[in-house]
């Protein structure tokens, strides 16, 4: 006898027709499990009838075909599943001949129905066999043959001996060959003898299996067996990481229950929907994944360690084999992800799990065919200061060069606002962040990022770790912090994912943080400086106690913050005491005072929701509580004094009793010409301003005005009256040339090059004046995102415009920098004019200025240069004869302007200057000129 692989086939009773034929992976062979009534009548019931049995084709083994196939399962004691060696979605069903096996049914397994069917199971399953089909029964086309294994078995032979299979009382006709009927008393010989020695299901009892196809009480199975390991047998693959498991819990007590494989997710196969019928298609690589795990498992002996149950009350367990949990041989093959719903269950084990996506990933195998690997790029990792904690899962960070960025810590998601249960916790979370990490040195290590849009800013997630000590965890397990659910292509995450999974899990036991199910009392901070009677009210308890531990809490300026105090349950408006910081902008309209913004920097990077120490002295005319502030022990006045960000009070020094301490400090700022004292002159120092008494002739004592004329243009006149002037001479025919050359440079269509990204105010840049559209240098003033624009100061002419970033350039070249030649505006200030706070004058007074000085050449006597470069200036026109005939004197006799009441030091050196404008002044109130047309302007 030839043999040969079975193929598709008239002869094997198969049609050609592939969607038609039973060989399909569809076939009603592949979807009946091993649990249910076999397709054959029992053997109490001959299957055949007289009328029937003549159309059975008598059996001739000479004559019959030897085929090849593999066993892919048992459906019984006798009966087989078969697939093509050469292709694996062809299958038939092939029942031995002449013999009978005990049922197994839903309702009830018959006596030793699973005793033969695992009899039969353990000695073909998975292996390749060859077979003959000696006959086939016409109506049901059920196909009854002999199976010859490679190490000479036979069967059914082999079953009959062992006592598992019995003859049919039908078996064996006259129009039988003589070989089929030798064959058949050989069979009734070892029938015989298997019966005499009590084999198989010959037995008189102990055949009997119960077997309960569910768990019953869900939580009552899992109580009993979570964490157990328990003899299974897989009896069918729904999917790569479904399938039914027969648990052998005792060996006359089965379980077969619907097990998901632990740690996995495959993609679906081709199904029925029950409730029209149509057959839905499988996911990519679901078929294969589900053939993977059949090639492997199916009926098969394999540990199942039970760990727990899915939303849907199915078993979630490991499904090990004998060379390890079949979750990690899917995944690296690449037909299955790693599911982040069972970490919990797995444990530490989730980790191999994920290192073999990854390497599937990286070989970039099946379902990962198309995945490329993220790369963060260089720079991934830093070590930074914490400067602000902004919420329990997001903090601000400064790098050794001094920029700030906001990072949010991987995975990990502080209590929500918008959650009843989780609101109510978010000051303590943010409370333990801050203890732990304001101010202290981390390392960030890049996990992700998201870039900015129109709606959204730039994005960075990351680990933070202090002391090698990893914070998002130590978050969790204190219950401070929740675990974002990533989605499934999200690989912005931790890298230890799963043990913050671990930590939620054990947090929600222990009940901690906002697991507690008690809702924290929110902490409730009186505002001790709403009104000067309520800080009078707490000024006398806060006096007498020293040293007072608070939270500096937000920072309004380099001198002035808002302190909480806990334990008096109070917050402040604290005001350092004995020293004048500058004032620093509030918004983008604003303009800081010189070094404003430094000192309020520097007390943002060392005091920002620091733990602090106060001293309370008194209180000032709003509710503001004037005292001394201490970081680390050190008086912070005197860190912004001695760095030249602030200047000493003397007088609130001395009552404050900490005058010696300043002066000091600020001497040391002053020798090392330190930020307000970059430009100090001893001779120069400025006096507190003094009320100005006007003096009789002879009481005026005649000091010598310097002379420092320079021609000027005025170039820009603001609305507070001040100016920007060019100096004509070296800079200003240097400018001419450069602009030239700017104009020139920006014409030229290779030099027209964006700015790299959104502009920061101070940057210099090329800007697009509206009104010529010509190219200028510039410096932005403010910034708006939403709109996309940008307020351009012009710094060589001083004046200012809003206008779109397309318009902007960068400035980048060294011919046109600053260094090259410095902006050309200077600030400059009229000399002893005092402006009217009235709307209508003002806009008189600046209106005469910009139709008698702007865009003129004039000539200005430079009375006085103040620290920040900002030049004090009497203007006179080129034909003036005397320092008396100045536009200054025209502009209060027209009562445009008045003098001022409180002089400057150096001002009161102006004795005749004063006198002569207050001679104007008083020749312009008797005219009722300007703003002394309704009377005396000093009332108002």
């Not at 049919?168 to 005499?196: I, N």
């Not at 810590?409 to 502080?414: C, H, P, V, Y």
């Not at 960030?444 to 800013?457: A, K, M, Q």
């Not at 003397?650 to 040391?668: D, F, I, M, P, T």
Request: aromatic share 6%; with cysteine; glycine share 8%.
């Amino acid at each position: 006898m030839g043999v040969k692989t079975f193929k598709i086939g008239s002869a094997a009773g198969i049609s050609n027709d592939r969607k038609s034929s039973s060989c399909s992976s569809t076939s009603k062979a592949s979807q009946e499990s091993a649990n249910l009534p076999e397709p054959f009548p029992s053997p109490r019931i001959p299957p055949l009838g007289k009328k029937r049995l003549a159309n059975v084709p008598p059996s001739d083994y000479s004559k019959m075909v030897l085929n090849q196939a593999k066993v892919k399962s048992v459906l019984s004691g006798d009966s087989l599943v078969l697939t093509s060696v050469e292709n694996p979605d062809l299958e038939r069903i092939l029942s031995l001949a002449y013999c009978t096996s005990p049922h197994l049914r839903k309702e009830g397994d018959e006596p030793f129905a699973f005793q033969s069917r695992d009899a039969l199971r353990k000695l073909v399953v998975g292996k390749v066999v060859q077979f003959q089909v000696l006959y086939q029964i016409p109506n049901t086309k059920r196909e009854y043959g002999l199976v010859f294994l490679n190490d000479g078995t036979k069967l059914p032979e082999e079953m009959i001996k062992e006592g598992w299979l019995k003859l049919r009382e039908d078996a064996g006709r006259k129009e039988d060959s003589e070989s089929a009927l030798q064959q058949l008393d050989a069979l009734r010989l070892y029938e015989a003898t298997a019966r005499s020695e009590d084999k198989g299901l010959w037995q008189e009892n102990g055949g009997r299996i119960e077997v309960q196809h569910d768990m019953g009480n869900p939580e009552s199975f899992l109580d009993t067996w979570k964490g157990k390991t328990v003899d299974g047998l897989v009896e069918r693959i729904l999917s790569g990481d479904r399938m039914l498991v027969r648990l052998i819990v005792a060996p006359t007590q089965h379980i077969q229950v619907m097990t998901l494989v632990a740690g996995i997710r495959a993609p679906a196969t081709e199904r029925v929907n029950p409730s029209n019928g149509q057959t839905a298609p499988a996911e990519p690589f679901g078929n294969e994944a589900r053939r993977f795990v059949e090639e492997r498992l199916l009926q098969r002996n394999v540990k199942i360690h039970i760990l727990g149950l899915s939303p849907q009350n199915q078993l979630i367990a490991s499904v090990i084999h004998p060379k390890g949990t079949i979750a990690k041989f899917i995944l690296e093959a690449g037909l299955a992800r790693c599911t982040d719903f069972h970490s919990t269950l797995l444990g530490s084990d989730m980790a191999t799990l994920r290192e073999a996506e990854k390497r599937a990933q990286n070989a970039k195998l099946g379902l990962f065919k198309d995945h490329v690997v993220k790369n963060n790029g260089a720079g991934g990792s830093l070590e930074a200061t914490v400067t602000k904690i902004f919420s329990a899962d997001q903090i601000f960070v400064q790098n050794k060069a001094g920029v700030e960025k906001r990072i949010n810590i991987s995975s990990i998601r502080g209590p929500r606002p918008t959650e009843s249960s989780e609101a109510p916790f978010r000051d303590e979370a943010k409370e333990f962040l801050r203890k732990r990490l304001i101010g202290k040195h981390v390392r960030i290590s890049i996990d992700g990022s998201r870039p900015g849009t129109e709606d959204y800013d730039a994005k960075e997630v990351a680990t933070v770790t202090l002391n090698d000590k990893n914070i998002g965890l130590q978050l969790v397990q204190e219950g401070w912090a929740s675990v974002i659910r990533h989605r499934r292509d999200d690989t912005d995450r931790a890298p230890n994912y799963d043990d913050l999974l671990a930590a939620q899990e054990k947090a929600k036991e222990e009940k901690k943080g906002m697991w507690s199910g008690k809702a924290a009392k929110a902490k409730q901070y009186a505002d001790a400086s709403e009104t000067v009677q309520k800080a009078k009210l707490h000024v006398g308890s806060l006096q007498r106690q020293k040293r007072i531990p608070a939270i500096v809490d937000f920072v309004k300026g380099g001198g002035r913050f808002v302190v909480l105090v806990p334990r008096e349950g109070i917050k402040l408006n604290f005001v350092l005491a004995g020293i004048r910081a500058p004032k620093s902008a509030r918004n983008p309209t604003d303009k800081s005072e010189p070094f404003g913004k430094e000192a309020h920097d520097l007390a943002t990077r060392r005091l920002s929701q620091r733990d602090v120490e106060i001293d309370v002295y008194n209180t000032d005319k709003v509710g503001g509580f004037i005292g001394e502030l201490y970081i680390n022990k050190e008086s912070f006045g005197k860190i912004l004094v001695e760095e030249g960000y602030a200047t000493v009070h003397q007088h609130s020094a001395e009552q404050s009793g900490n005058s010696k301490e300043l002066l000091a400090a600020e001497k040391r700022a002053k020798d090392a010409r330190k930020g307000l004292w970059a430009d100090w002159d001893p001779s120069l120092d400025v006096e507190e301003e003094e009320e100005y008494q006007p003096a009789n002739d002879d009481e005026v004592t005649q000091i010598k005005r310097e002379k420092d004329y320079r021609d000027v243009i005025v170039t820009q006149v603001n609305d507070d009256g001040k100016l920007k002037l060019q100096i004509i001479g070296t800079g200003t025919s240097a400018l001419e040339t450069m602009m030239t050359q700017f104009k020139s440079f920006h014409l030229n269509p290779s030099n027209s090059t964006s700015l790299p990204g959104p502009p920061k105010a101070g940057d210099y840049v090329a800007a697009k004046f509206s009104e010529d559209d010509q190219w200028y240098r510039g410096r932005i003033r403010s910034n708006d995102r939403t709109a996309k624009e940008a307020e351009i100061v012009y710094i060589d002419y001083g004046n200012s415009e809003k206008i779109p970033w397309s318009r902007l350039r960068p400035l980048s070249q060294p011919q046109f920098s600053t260094q090259k030649l410095r902006p050309q505006a200077v600030d400059a200030i009229l000399t002893l004019l005092q402006f009217p706070t009235d709307g209508d004058y003002m806009k008189e007074a600046i209106s005469y200025l910009n139709h008698n000085i702007a865009n003129r050449e004039l000539v200005a006597n430079v009375d006085y240069t103040a620290p920040d470069g900002t030049l004090y200036v009497t203007l006179f026109d080129t034909k003036s004869q005397n320092l008396n005939d100045s536009i200054n004197n025209d502009i209060v006799a027209l009562g445009l302007s008045m003098v001022p009441t409180k002089l400057k030091g150096w001002e009161k050196g102006f004795a005749d200057v004063i006198k002569s404008l207050t001679q104007s002044q008083t020749e312009a109130r008797q005219n009722r000129q300007g703003m002394w047309e309704y009377g005396d302007a000093y009332e108002d």
